[in-house]
């Protein structure tokens, strides 16, 4: 297990705040993700999880508040150099977001010849494909549609893009919602294995407590707009506050 | 709420979309001159929009032409006027149908398509999944689709024109015993460059239109997949209106010159 004492934070995020009009979607958030580690963020829908997320990527312009990863503002960077960061940063998106127009190679060539700077131009980008689709055990889905995909191959796919620029972070957006429990555990076991092989330091939101026990070195309960609790699953899986109970019902 | 303020409060939505609309406008104008250029994506969309709606313009102006010719036909009768018909409805058609019809079934096809496409993107996610992938997706997705309606439209209405002179021609030839030949010596004799020019130009308008309208609806698609539905629609709702009142103005100005 990863030790946060021993580990500079790879994201640090110091009193973020976030409103869309009257609604205050988070009020002073605070956290830190340190190298190789898996850190489970959990809270209630509408709790500002998937904006907290959203910002840490420069996807949501936050109303104050500093979020700092791999020791860059992100706050204060040119387009440019956010784009650059990104390469570093993979994010699987909650409904997997591939491109429907495109097929499944297309789908993963599509940041390859995009993100030049951190690769140079690819001229055969197959190997690089196939390495990807054969992490997620999907190979042989490379020329079919995303229509023609199921939920849980959408989500390994749209994991295959996000590994395919060797991210040094990932943030994964509730990455077992909406799938059945075998499903779910695959991508969870996929998860587990691809932060082994490339040793990622990840952010998992999730409100599925068997991902979180399974996954987590450290969590963080969001509730009241706020980081409430921190701590590990058994630390937080046995604490009394009825807040906090809630979640591990 | 009362009515007084119901109605101010439509017209102040109706401000807000807009100003909204000026400044999406006014991005694409900045985004058009900024390298890089999505040339790949901009010739596919070319194709998908000028090809793939090619046929439905085709078919429509032939019937269009058609039908315009046998309607109009016992009027002329009456009157004696039977040989003006090439040149009533070559005007008629390069001036103002062609054009007007054949944006209104681009902004059905062509526009509801582009609203539901980038608001299903929207709702997806996948305009974000866009921007995480070092993509500008305004410049991918808007500017692109944009410039190929403004290009394309042109075209369309090009071909339009052409069957429906067509249909008429084959009408005449077949109620009338006129010959193509002369047919088209006529419509050609009675058509000028004053004619060609103003309706051309305009149609650049329609097809920004419509593919500003389209691009901005579904672009800015809120509500889940409801909002993709509403996106589609407003798309050609707000396209035919604004189609109409390009038009009227295009034919105000085109007066001023050529009176």
């Known amino acids: 297990m990863v030790s946060p004492m021993n580990n500079k934070p790879i994201i640090e995020i110091k009193n973020l705040r976030k409103s869309f009009g009257d609604n205050h979607v988070l009020e002073g958030f605070n956290m830190a993700l340190y190298e190789g580690e898996n850190l489970v963020i959990m809270g209630k829908s509408g709790s500002g999880k998937s904006v907290m997320i959203k910002c840490l990527i420069g996807l949501e312009e936050p109303d104050s508040g500093t979020i700092t990863v791999m020791g860059k503002n992100i706050n204060q960077l040119e387009h440019w150099e956010l784009d650059e960061l990104r390469t570093e940063i993979g994010f699987l998106f909650q409904g997997s977001a591939l491109y429907d127009s495109m097929s499944v190679r297309e789908n993963l060539e599509f940041p390859l010849r995009r993100h030049t700077k951190k690769f140079g131009i690819i001229e055969d980008t197959t190997p690089l494909v196939m390495e990807a689709l054969e992490n997620v055990g999907l190979e042989h889905a490379i020329d079919l549609m995303p229509s023609e995909l199921s939920g849980g191959m959408k989500r390994r796919i749209a994991l295959a893009r996000t590994l395919i620029l060797q991210p040094k972070i990932i943030l994964y957006d509730e990455p077992t919602t909406g799938l059945d429990p075998i499903t779910s555990k695959e991508i969870i076991l996929l998860m587990m294995s691809i932060q082994k092989k490339y040793n990622t330091s990840s952010i998992i939101i999730t409100h599925d407590v068997d991902c979180a026990r399974v996954i987590a070195n450290r969590m963080i309960l969001l509730i009241d707009n706020i980081n409430y609790a921190e701590g590990t699953f058994e630390k937080l899986s046995a604490s009394e506050d009825p807040k906090i109970k809630a979640f591990f019902k | ?259």
């Open chain 2, 1 to 259: 709420m009362d009515n007084n303020s119901k109605v101010a409060e439509s017209f102040k939505n109706f401000l807000i979309e807009i100003g909204e609309l000026s400044y999406f406008t006014s991005r694409f104008f900045k985004e058009l001159f900024n390298p890089p250029f999505e040339l790949k994506e901009f010739l596919r969309q070319c194709y998908n929009m000028g090809n793939r709606s090619l046929l439905l313009v085709c078919v429509t102006g032939f019937i269009i032409g058609l039908v315009f010719t046998l309607q109009s036909r016992p009027t002329l009768e009456e009157f004696g006027a039977v040989s003006w018909m090439p040149s009533m409805v070559s005007i008629s058609i390069i001036r103002e149908i062609g054009p007007i019809i054949t944006a209104l079934i681009c902004a059905g096809r062509i526009g509801s398509g582009i609203g539901a496409e980038l608001g299903s993107m929207r709702v997806t996610e996948q305009i974000d999944a866009m921007e995480v992938s070092g993509t500008n997706p305004f410049k991918y997705l808007v500017v692109t689709r944009i410039l190929a309606t403004t290009m394309m439209l042109p075209i369309l209405v090009f071909f339009g024109d052409a069957i429906a002179i067509f249909g008429s021609a084959m009408v005449e030839n077949m109620k009338g015993n006129v010959s193509y030949l002369l047919y088209f010596n006529q419509v050609f004799d009675s058509l000028q460059f004053s004619d060609l020019i103003p309706t051309t130009f305009k149609t650049f308008f329609f097809g920004f239109a419509i593919g500003l309208v389209g691009c901005y609806k579904g672009y800015n698609c809120k509500k889940g997949t409801a909002g993709v539905g509403l996106a589609a629609n407003s798309a050609v709702v707000y396209t035919s209106m604004l189609l109409f009142v390009i038009d009227f103005i295009a034919v105000f100005v085109t007066n001023i010159f050529y009176g």
